[in-house]
């Protein structure tokens, strides 16, 4: 009998994990980086590291399904002569068509209308889908300038100037050309099938003081009727939420790097910006610093799931939140229903990302007019209004628990962290002390 | 003639009686006195009325101007005619950074120079600059004609799509993907017209070199690394 020596289990290192061997094999064979769809996919500190106190002893709850609790929120009340009120705290984020199909654009409209609240358009202009569909549409003022013209902005019910998104805070977009058809060429003035670049900056303004003077232009030019968001990533919240506010914005929308884009380097997106928990207590700081705090509404957005994400988000001082991947999800996207086509394209569903490429199997993310057609827009519609209102119901059932009549009136009070973490960014304390890290306390 | 004196009423108060002349309207010319760089002077025209300003602008003048007819009688600062749909917008001065930023129609003539990125991603406005025009113009320029009588400084028509850049002067250097292109007789008639719409009478189209995109960015391709 031959002896043989114990052999270790083979091991591969954490640093060169199976998708960083893979990612390292494709950019060799590809000589091209990894673009993909949507937001962060690392684990970062998220919504799910906080919890609610709820009521108890020294604390009321309310009934259930009896008792009232409100959910509307009024934005633009700063300088807008029409402010809009939406039924619920949950509006539908900036997605362009081009990146999203005809369809599913119109879904997100129907979906938004039904539930009673807005959605936004993106960098490619406005479509008739979506404008027909909105009962309050938020045009976005982005520095590609793709369909942008007068008549579209003054039918708009606000307008977003985007100075940045979660994904990639400091980035442009690219829209690859198998998704340039002709109409998209036409509304962005490109010839089809081109790589289209969007640029990260805007053409004709740089920093808040020309910014304040590029909103004064909008203002004039609708009026003074529009309220006037900025958009800006997670990268420096506190002083970019006051740069936001001195430029004059009657809202900021904060979006964090799990907030998705339409397609961009992986790079980018999983490494640039921070995690939309660490966002959002500089982001309200700088407001109550600036006595600002509900005057100048603040949404936040990335990740955003259901109606804990909502209700938390509420609670650390926001006044809306934004969903984009979620809403694709609830309109179609990444349908197990469509899993054999996903493994054609090399990938299953929930994981499906390269919405530039086009060949979305759901019709969401494609130009594709036979893949399109897959998209029934009052079904989906239906579904996502079904969706934002679960969502509402959810954090409904929170703020209750919590003793409070109007999802606004929760407060970081009524949370606690399950980590240390989330304790430090969300400026709660860490659950079972009244410790805060890098505050006061045991 | 409506006059709208700025030294004693708001920007606030002319544009609103800009945005308020329909069809039916009389009064078609204003006159703006003491503009002193205000900012957003004739935003949002939407109408064909004729705005003559006494003086020099600040930001955005004449910003998303459809059908108007602007006549700065001085110098404009950044984004004059920005965005501009339709109509027809004159500096008689210089003009500052952006000049017809992203325009998609109309025509902006400057009489003097222009500061830098003049002509910043046009989408179809024409722009003729009686002087000379500063570094990155055109940038990513996508449609539309850009007509200089001067020279150009650096990086013109970096990342440029589909515009027309036609330079009678000296370029300092051409941006990337931007390349001197052949004047065909079609330029030239194009150009010709363009210069009498602005009023150029003294300069031939035979004097100008035409440039354009190379096209070798419009797809993205590993071995154009350095340009990226």
Known sequence: ?442 | MPTFDLAETPLRDLNQALHDVTAASNDTAFEVLNPRGAHAVASGVDAPVSVDIRGSVGYYCAGMNCEGTVTVHGSAGPGVAENMMSGAVFVKGDASQYAGATGRGGLLVIEGNASSRCGISMKGIDIVVKGNIGHMSAFMAQSGNLVVLGDAGDALGDSLYEARLFVRGEVKSLGADCIEKEMRPEHLELLAGLLARAGVTDVKPEEFTRYGSARKLYNFNIDNYDAY
């Open chain 1, 1 to 442: 009998m031959t002896y043989r020596n114990p052999t270790t289990t083979p091991r591969q290192a954490a640093a060169f994990d199976e998708y960083t061997l893979s990612e390292i094999r494709r950019a060799a064979a590809t000589g091209i980086y990894d673009i993909r769809g949507g937001g962060a996919k690392r684990k970062v500190p998220h919504f799910d590291d906080l919890l609610f106190l709820g009521a108890s002893m020294s604390r009321y709850p309310l009934e259930g399904y009896r008792e009232t609790c409100n959910t509307n929120v009024v934005l633009g009340t700063r300088f807008a002569k029409k402010p809009i009120e939406l039924k619920i705290p949950i509006t539908i984020a900036g997605m362009s068509f081009g990146s999203l199909s005809g369809p599913a654009k119109e879904a997100l409209g129907r979906g938004a209308t039904m539930a009673g609240t807005s959605t936004t358009t993106g960098d490619g202009g406005m479509t008739e889908e979506e404008r027909g569909h909105s009962e309050t549409l938020v045009y976005q003022y982005l520095p590609s300038r793709y369909g942008m013209n007068p008549r579209d902005l003054r039918r708009a019910d606000a307008i977003e100037v985007v100075v940045g998104q979660g994904a990639k805070p400091g980035g442009g977009g690219m829209l690859l050309g198998q998704k340039i058809t002709d109409r998209v060429a036409e509304m962005r003035t490109l010839p089809k099938g081109i790589d289209q670049r969007s640029a990260c900056r805007h053409p004709d303004w740089t920093g808040p003081d020309d910014l304040e003077i590029k909103i004064l232009e909008l203002r004039e030019i609708t009026d003074w009727q529009k309220p006037i968001y900025v958009k800006i990533g997670g990268a420096r919240p506190y002083y970019d939420t006051a740069l936001a506010v001195k430029a004059g914005a009657d809202v900021v929308v904060l979006d964090g790097m799990q907030g998705g884009t339409a397609a961009t380097q992986e790079v980018f997106i999983e490494h640039v910006g921070q995690p939309t928990l660490a966002c959002i207590r500089p982001a309200v700081q700088a407001l109550q610093d600036l006595g600002m705090h509900r005057k100048v509404q603040l949404i936040l957005s990335g990740g955003i799931r259901n109606g804990a994400d909502v209700a938390k988000a509420l609670a650390l001082g926001a006044d809306a939140v934004s969903i984009g991947t979620a809403a694709l999800v609830a309109i179609g996207d990444n349908d197990p229903k469509w899993e054999e086509e996903y493994q054609k394209l090399g990938t299953t569903a929930g994981a499906y990302d390269d919405w530039h490429e086009g060949k979305d199997p759901a019709g969401i993310s494609t130009q594709d007019t036979d893949l399109m057609q897959r998209l029934d827009p009052e079904a989906a519609g239906r579904r996502l209004s079904n969706y934002l209102k679960v969502m509402t119901l959810e954090a409904q059932t929170i703020a209750r628990a919590c003793g409070k009549n109007h999802v606004h009136n929760l407060e970081p009070e009524d949370l606690c962290a399950l980590t240390i973490e989330s304790a430090a960014m969300a400026g709660v304390p860490l659950a079972g002390t009244d410790w805060i890290p890098g505050k006061s306390g045991i």
